[in-house]
């Protein structure tokens, strides 16, 4: 398991077996997705125990990341698919129709509330465009911009609208609940608009859990910096955000959002569709694999597989080629030259950060094997991986739940085991496990950072290198 990017693989029909889930943990996931827009608290609470099952056969951290569904935006029904054209007049009401070639029902009187002429209406998947021309109390007008096909249900989206809308919903609520009473590690938050989203959710699980940012409309993007500061970590959803920006721009947006994350030492999460050909082929395109490189070079904690692991028929192989990709990548002759162009400092740096610092640049002057960090909350793990070390890091907790959060973060080695006792106990144990993990070469030294006391969260304030 010694690659810096993590892989986030999402459970569905195609990979709910024990032994198939023992077999993706086998070839290289890290942390699991549980998409709570799809199947039953049974269906995910089977899948739960079967992960927990599969982390002590590997005697090894593995993550669970519970993704909420959030509101769903939806159009009316309709007796029959109706076809509208380019230039047409259409109307969406808020009375409840029967849709036709001239109208829909639009059960949403947020929208009545917040679109004005000039904004779009982008139905299924932006497939079909309308343009806003007036606005009245149940009625909104519009000019057809790219016609099609319009049928029952359909969702829509409003990209240059904020919506006067929780981004939590009565059955995101119950899921969150179940998220924290089944042990999740990761919380993902759909629909954020603004950062009193994420600060809504957060008013709900505490810090039980981590909060995963989806980044997927344009106003997240234009409030990213206030929506990353309040969460634990961010998701570059490029689902729903590739509908609502024009192409050329997500791209760049996703350039913005891993510096950014990297920069605030934030984990991101780059999602949707990398390999998306492999639902139903055995091997991904060219530029799909180019994709996640890409991710991969622009320092993103984690790729993630959707329908690839869930619903396609080849989760396996979908997994093994991201993880060749990304250890091609990385042992790639400009990669380590690539992650040193894009580093900057935090902008307050504590100690914590300071010491980090000090490890990075040890283990460029040192041929270090390991950086261990004994760490209760993580955080010194965290401020560790923003350095992007050119050295593995090795993350030791006393807390089961911090070591399973850790398997998301970029180049960190989690272990759960016990906190040192004093120094002399901190270079036994850090020998243990980094020789136990294959991290540890005799003659070579080994870095470890922490805090004094120990068992102290918060107080790195030691740099030590042992020789095993």
Known sequence: ??????????????????????????????????????????????????????????????????D???????????????????????????????GNAERATLPHPEAFEALEPGHLIL????????E????????????????????????????????????????????AEFALEEGADWVAMSFVQTAADVKALRDIVGKRVG????????????????IAELADGVMVARGDLGVELPPEDVPVVQRRIVHHCRHLGRPVIVATQMLESMITAPTPTRAEANDVATAVYEGADAVMLSAETAAGQYPLEAVQIMDRIIRRVENAPDYRKVMALDYSAADEPDRTDAIAACVRKVSTLLPVTVAVAFTTSGASCLS??????????????????????????????????????????????????????????????MVIIAGVPFGTPGSTNLLRIVYP
């Open 384 to 445: 560790l991986a923003r350095e992007r070390p050119s050295t593995p890091i090795l993350g030791i907790s006393p807390r089961l739940e911090t070591a399973r959060r850790l398997t998301l973060v970029w180049g960190v080695v989690a272990y759960h085991g016990p906190d040192a006792e004093n120094l002399e106990d901190m270079v036994v144990k850090t020998t243990f496990c980094a020789t136990k993990l294959s991290l540890a070469e005799q003659g070579k030294p």
């Open 123 to 130: 139905v299924n998947d932006g497939k079909l465009a309308f």
């Open 211 to 226: 909060i995963v940012a989806k980044i997927e409309k344009p106003s997240a993007v234009d409030d990213l910096e206030a």
């Open 132 to 175: 806003v021309a007036e606005m009245h109390p149940r009625r909104i007008v519009t000019r057809v911009t790219v016609g099609g096909e319009l049928s029952s249900n359909k969702g829509f989206n409003l990209p240059h609208t904020v919506l006067p809308l929780s981004a939590i919903t009565g059955k995101d609520r119950k899921d």
């Open 1 to 66: 398991m010694l690659r810096n990017t993590k892989i986030l693989a999402t459970l569905g029909p195609s990979s709910s077996a024990p032994e198939k889930i023992l077999e993706l943990a086998r070839s290289g996931v890290n942390i699991f997705r549980l998409n709570m827009s799809h199947g039953s608290h049974d269906d995910h609470r089977a899948r739960l125990a079967a992960i927990r099952a599969a982390e002590k056969t590997l005697d090894r951290p593995i993550g669970v990341l519970v």
């Open 68 to 98: 909420l569904q959030g509101p769903k935006l939806r159009i009316g029904k309709f007796p029959q698919p109706t076809t509208v054209k380019t230039g047409d007049r259409y109307e969406f009401v808020l009375d409840e129709t029967e």
